[in-house]
Every structure is written in C-alpha cells, then in structure tokens.
C-alpha cells in the first residue's frame, strides 16, 4: 500500500509562513490535496491539483509538489489558521490521507 | 452549495452491521461520486469506499469483505454497510463529494457534519 508521511506536529509564530510537508514515493507524479480540519469540525478542502485554491480559500494558502514531497505553505500565518492539516493522493485506486499534522500558531 | 448529512444508529453491537445513510441536497447524486471516510478519536482520516451514480463500487482493500454500498438516485442518498464490527470500528463516519476531472485529481470538496458510531455492547 502507498504510504503519505507528515510530521505530527510543526509550529509557527503569527505573521510568519508556514510549511507543512507530505512525503510519498514519487508522490510529485500525482497530485496532492490538502484540508484543513479544526477541533469538532469537518475537513475542508483548502489545495487541490498540488497547488489550486477552492472559492473561499484565502490566497495565503499555496501548494507545490515535486520529487517525493508536497508542501503546504500558509504565508502571514493567522491564528484562525491553527488547526489539523491532512495531504491526500490517489494511488493504485484508492485515496491514501496523510496522518495528519497539528499546526500551533503561537 | 451541496449539503451532505449522515444518519443512522449511533450506537451497534460488536459482531453486528453498522448502516448509515448520507442524504445530499444542493444538487443531484446522479451528477457525481460519493465516499465514505472515517475517522477514530484522536486520529487520521480512512477511506472507506466510493459509490458512483450507477452504483458501481470501490473500497479500501483494508475494509474488502465487510463493506458494501450503495446508491439510491431517487431519494439522492447513498448508504453504508459495515458488518462484524469491532470496537476497532469506533469512529466519526463523514460522507464526501468526490470532484476532480480523472482520477488522479480527485478530492473531497464538500463534507457531511459526520456522525460518531460506537461500538459497544
């Protein structure tokens, strides 16, 4: 099975950008998703296709992906921002998540 | 704006079948793909299987022999069956649009609320 690996946990300071990695073999030759999920609430979907932002999605959310790793990048970090964050792929017919990594805007 | 909620028991049985239901409105099922994902306490998202408007079906090898869904384009809802359940199977069930044009861009743009299933006797 296909496996995507974020760190559990990365931290940034307000106003400050941060980037949130998704490791994957090969993952820079199929696209990567990315949702926000706060506590008690749903996932939302923030970039889709490595790096395009759904209607609604502030622009400080960006994506790139190459190689074996894609990178969620949030600019002029907020403290709305502090949430979970999961990466996401299609591989061999299934949809493989990420476990997720907890971003502490402090 | 599409608007996905799931219902059935919260509460089954270890050894019994888990059956939910997510109803959509905002739009026809008959236009898209639908999933079902999970996720325990604490933790990371599992896909649990797709279900396509003509109710052809694909699930997580993980979960082959104990899942099945399906489609109902008149009432615009899908169901979920999750027989000989576990503790293991405790979780939150979201059901999730499927967009994406060709499978390799496919994501989950619109969530249910998601319903808490425990397994308990």
């Known amino acids: 099975s296909y496996d995507l690996t974020q760190p559990p946990s990365v931290s940034v300071s307000p106003g400050q950008t941060a980037s949130i990695t998704c490791s994957g073999d090969n993952l820079g030759d199929k696209y990567t998703s990315w949702y926000q999920q706060k506590p008690g609430q749903s996932p939302v979907l923030v970039i889709f296709?490595?790096?395009d932002r759904p209607s609604g999605i502030p622009e400080r959310f960006s994506g790139s992906n190459s190689g074996n790793t894609a990178t969620l990048t949030i600019g002029g970090t907020q403290p709305m921002d502090e949430a979970e964050y999961f990466c996401?792929?299609?591989?061999?017919?299934?949809?493989?998540f990420g476990g997720g990594t907890k971003l502490t805007v402090l | 704006q599409v608007f996905l909620q799931e219902s059935g028991p919260r509460l089954v049985k270890p050894s019994e079948t888990l059956s939910l239901t997510c109803s959509v409105s905002g739009g026809s099922i008959s236009n898209y793909y639908l999933s079902w994902i999970r996720q325990p306490a604490g933790k990371g998202l599992e896909w649990i299987g797709y279900v396509s408007n003509t109710g052809n079906t694909n699930y997580n090898p993980s979960l082959k022999g104990r899942v099945a869904m399906s489609v109902d384009t008149s009432n615009n809802q899908i169901s979920l069956r999750l027989s000989s359940v576990t503790a293991a199977d405790t979780a939150v069930y979201y059901c999730a649009r499927v967009a994406g044009l060709g499978e390799l861009s496919w994501r989950f743009d619109w969530w249910g609320q998601g319903i808490l299933v425990t397994v308990s006797a």
């Open positions: 296709q490595d790096n």
């Open positions: 996401q792929a299609w591989d061999s017919n299934t949809f493989v």
